[in-house]
């Protein structure tokens, strides 16, 4: 009976790093280019009491064991990078990835980063930023005479300048990853490499399954609210079951005591 | 804290009535460990539910056959019960098994995702030899491996069919495919043939490259990234899958190599779909009444033979 306690506790904790999972998810139904997140568990190791197959006389075997499992775990949890719903703003700074890509961007302590958030901003010298001060890589500086931009599908920034036409001023470069659910998530929409996502590899908007850039448009959150609640209700439910037997076992045990 | 039993135990008739009791409680201890083991699980994917299964256990089986003097002696009825009035029926948890029907299939339109619909299972390559899972998140390594979310590569099919996946050299009964990558130093303690079959499995990886979004998988496992063919999952059905051993990681081990079905495969991949755990939690929960109200009933009748042995001490005292 020790055991089922402690198997239940094992369930009680993978359940509520669940909870928190969708919580997360949930509170950032709203956040431009939010990608949802999966917890997996896995089951733990087995205690093999008896061996399945063991022999037990000439030529017969027995056909199955005792096997007594100990309970689950968090196995991983990563981000789904699936598409999120296109939302036009009109905003000629915005840009949305329609595809598979990642902005590169330089953050103001110097690091680099990679977001599909495409809310940009300009700051005083003209330059595209990112709401928390990060440029995005290669630097594009809009001239401060510039009348209007156009962002093309390919990547390709145009602005006029009076009395000189049309001119490209920079050209929107994307990074893609083998295994972009390795990226480590830091917060602000940003997700930094790890060894398990593999090196960025550079392409152009449009080219070689590179994604296409939208101007105007932001890409929403990714969270499907149903699904959300359809786990948080399954999550809680598993979660009462698993204190339920907590409760059993202390029963049984309790029981076990008061026998004399 | 599984109470242990001793069925000779006791030395009179009250006193080995109540290791009958104990042996009940200590059944049905085990009971709430499956189930607890088995809630705890119901969100893992491709997990398989354990059930345990009890058996009567006589004691008189534990004594040897002696024979009787027919011819010399009248036979007394009491020589065919040789007991001693210890004919005691224990029960004991004999086997846990599992129970390896489909769980739910959840839709996820994650083009890693892999369900099988039928019995067969996937071929991962892990540092302890080969094992088979039915969990079908299925993810890419950085050089583009395509791997369980524990980093196990998943193989693809053997050139040849199941029929020629039995290399007679390499595979001795009872001792599962003696593969190993990692832990084992090359060489040491291996024969050619293992150093040969390690290397094939090798050769059955699965590398996707960089083309990981737009992998489709068709209903008999084959994969392609882009337009490209790149591979076939190996796809395992087994004449008797409770034979299969459960290791944790929803990973089982094959300890028969003669249990692999080499005959027509029934299994269909569903690619965007995952497996759930196949755990029925209105079952598991009324399991768990049933094996605490039995465990209250043992411990009641453990209560009575104790005070019943309390009353015998007492009748010498009238």
Redo the contacts between chains.
């Keep these: 009976?020790?055991?089922?306690?402690t198997?239940?506790a094992?369930?009680l904790s993978?359940?509520s790093a669940?909870i928190e999972r969708i919580s997360n998810d949930l509170a950032n139904v709203n956040t431009d280019s939010y990608k949802r997140g999966r917890t997996?568990?896995?089951?733990?190791?087995?205690e093999?009491l008896?061996?399945?197959?063991g022999q037990i006389g000439a030529g017969s075997q027995?056909?199955?064991?005792?096997?007594?499992?100990?309970?689950?775990k968090v196995?991983?949890t990563y981000k789904?990078?699936?598409q999120g719903p296109a939302r036009m703003t009109y905003n000629i700074n915005d840009m949305m990835i329609e595809g598979?890509g990642f902005l590169p961007v330089q953050l103001p302590n110097g690091e680099i980063a990679y977001t599909r958030n495409g809310a940009f901003h300009r700051d005083s010298q003209g330059k595209l930023v990112l709401s928390n001060g990060a440029q995005l890589i290669p630097q594009v500086t809009i001239p401060s005479n510039a009348l209007g931009m156009q962002i093309s599908n390919g990547g390709e920034i145009k602005v006029q300048l009076p009395g000189q036409g049309e001119a490209v001023i920079g050209q929107i470069q994307l990074m893609?990853f083998?295994?972009?659910?390795?990226l480590r998530a830091v917060g602000e929409s940003l997700y930094q490499p790890t060894?398990?996502?593999?090196q960025p590899?550079q392409g152009i908007p449009g080219e070689n399954?590179y994604g296409m850039i939208q101007q105007g448009a932001l890409e929403g959150s990714n969270v499907n609210v149903p699904n959300s609640m359809v786990d948080m209700i399954?999550?809680q439910?598993?979660y009462e079951?698993?204190t339920?037997?907590m409760g059993?076992?202390d029963?049984?045990?309790g029981?076990?005591v008061n026998?004399? | 804290?599984?109470?242990a039993f001793n069925p000779r135990g006791g030395t009179g008739v009250l006193a080995s009535g109540i290791w009958t009791a104990a042996a009940g409680?200590s059944a049905q201890?085990?009971m709430?460990?499956?189930?607890?083991?088995?809630?705890?699980?119901?969100?893992?994917?491709g997990?398989k539910k354990?059930q345990?299964?009890f058996r009567e256990y006589l004691t008189t089986l534990e004594r040897e056959h002696v024979p009787m003097d027919v011819p010399r002696n009248p036979v007394k009825d009491k020589d065919f019960y040789p007991l001693d009035g210890r004919d005691q029926a224990f029960v004991i948890?004999?086997?846990?098994?599992?129970n390896f029907r489909q769980g739910n299939l959840r839709v996820?339109?994650?083009p890693l995702d892999v369900a099988l619909d039928g019995p067969g299972f996937l071929e991962v390559s892990t540092p302890s030899g080969i094992r088979y899972t039915r969990?079908g998140?299925l993810?890419?390594?950085?050089?583009?491996r395509l791997v369980t979310?524990?980093g196990y590569p998943v193989l693809a099919a053997q050139p040849g069919g199941l029929a020629n996946a039995l290399p007679a050299a390499a595979v001795q009964p009872?001792q599962g495919w003696p593969l190993t990558q990692g832990g084992v130093t090359a060489g040491q303690g291996r024969t050619p043939a293992q150093i040969a079959a390690e290397a094939a499995v090798a050769q059955r990886y699965i590398n996707i490259?960089?083309?990981?979004?737009?992998v489709s998988i068709g209903a008999s496992g084959e994969m392609y990234a882009?337009e490209d063919l790149v591979a076939r999952l190996s796809v395992v059905e087994f004449n008797?899958p409770?034979?299969l051993?459960?290791?944790?990681?929803?990973l089982f081990v094959n300890?028969?190599p003669q249990n692999v079905n080499v005959g027509e495969q029934r299994t269909v991949m569903r690619q965007g779909v995952l497996e759930t755990s196949n755990v029925n939690?209105v079952e598991?929960?009324t399991n768990?009444i049933k094996?605490?109200r039995m465990?209250?009933h043992d411990?009641k009748s453990?209560?009575t033979y104790?005070d019943m042995m309390g009353k015998e001490t007492d009748i010498g005292k009238l």
Excluded: C, W
């Design positions: 009976m020790i055991r089922a306690l198997t239940a094992s369930g993978a359940q669940n997996e568990f896995q089951d733990l190791m087995y093999t008896k061996e399945p197959g027995t056909p199955v064991g005792i096997q007594a499992g100990m309970g689950v196995g991983a789904i990078f699936e598979t893609n083998v295994n972009e659910q390795g060894a398990a996502s593999g590899l399954g399954t999550t439910r598993a079951m698993n339920k037997v059993v076992a029963q049984m045990l029981a076990t026998v004399k | 804290m599984p109470i409680a201890s085990q709430v460990d499956a189930v607890a083991n088995n809630l705890a699980n119901t969100d893992t994917l997990f354990d345990p299964t948890a004999d086997a846990t098994y599992t996820t339109h994650n969990q998140s993810k890419m390594a950085m050089d583009g979310p524990e009872g490259g960089d083309k990981g979004t737009r882009g008797e409770r034979k051993r459960k290791q944790g990681g929803q300890p028969d939690p598991e929960m768990l094996a605490n465990f209250e411990l453990m209560k104790g």
